[in-house]
């Protein structure tokens, strides 16, 4: 009697587990390892989901509120990917919008990840230029000069993700791919990138003194960071590969988000002050 018990509740623990991984996959869902940065939406107002990627969430954070005020009885929900070294944010996006996931809208770090998407959109367009950061700690003495010499290690991201692809291409194209020497590190983002670098800074040894490096990001990213880190200087943009975020929408309200973000003077203003580049990349 006591093995059939056992194995009752062996099978009954396995089938909540597989009806708990059912509930995860639907597709119409946002599961994610860390909460969404938007709140759940509001009850008796029409949620507008926006699938955000990595580096737009803390711009898309403080235009939610101006939004919400230019449309009375909508409240905006913000989908981050989840944040964690093991999956790619932005693949992670892209991967539940082909699902079927509920979306009005997707804020992408490029084009090509917009032309990427098997799900078909109603439309899409560029949105804001960027730059690529060189930065060190706060507090550091390290110059670009150093950069080239190769006396500090390099911190950048994967080339899965779009701040990777645009940084090699650009330190290939600056001449200095051969000359930097890179730290080892997972990363996809520019924030990962600015922890890191403070993270060497910080451990200090009475035999190997101040531990100083580079990092390269985007330049919204150092300016949202500046408190931490200095910049030193920029890349020069890949040759016909500008770094312009673009958004694409799937319905009428997506629609109505996109034209206001690319429209509405809140939005440009707090853009710009984010240290992106409106009106394309320069």
């Known amino acids: 009697m006591v093995r059939v018990s056992a194995i009752g509740l062996l099978l009954a623990h396995w089938l909540l587990l597989a009806s708990c991984a059912a509930r995860i996959d639907e597709p119409w869902r946002w599961p994610s390892v860390d909460p969404p940065a938007g709140a759940a939406p509001g009850v008796g107002l029409v949620p507008v989901r926006v699938a955000v990627a990595p580096s737009l969430v803390p711009l898309m954070e403080r235009l939610e509120p101006y939004y919400e005020a230019a449309r009375p009885g909508v409240d905006l929900v913000i989908h981050a990917g989840p944040k964690t070294g093991e999956v790619d944010p932005a693949r992670w996006l892209a991967l539940r919008l082909e699902r079927g996931a ?27 230029g960027n730059t690529l950061a060189v930065v060190v700690p706060r507090g550091s003495t390290l110059d670009r000069r150093e950069l080239a010499l190769g006396r500090a290690p390099v911190h950048i991201a994967l080339q899965r993700s779009e701040l990777g692809r645009w940084t090699r291409a650009s330190l290939r194209e600056s001449e200095l791919w051969g ?46 960071a500046q408190d931490r880190v200095r910049v030193v200087g920029y890349l020069d943009q890949p040759r016909g590969d500008p770094l312009v975020h673009a ?34 990349p320069r």
């Open 179 to 224: 000359d930097v020497s890179l730290a080892a590190g997972v990363f996809d983002d520019g924030s990962a990138i600015i922890e890191r670098v403070r993270y060497f800074y910080e451990q200090t040894t009475p035999q190997r003194g101040r531990q100083e490096s580079f990092g390269i990001v985007f330049g919204s990213d150092a300016h949202a």
């Open 247 to 280: 958004i694409a929408w799937f319905t009428d309200e997506g629609a109505a988000l996109a034209s206001w973000l690319a429209e509405s003077e809140d939005a440009r203003v707090a853009a710009a002050r984010g240290g992106f580049i409106v009106g394309g």
């Open 102 to 128: 509920e979306a009005d809208a997707f804020l992408a770090e490029s084009m090509g990840q917009v032309d990427a998407l098997e799900r078909e959109v109603q439309g899409s367009m560029a949105w804001l």
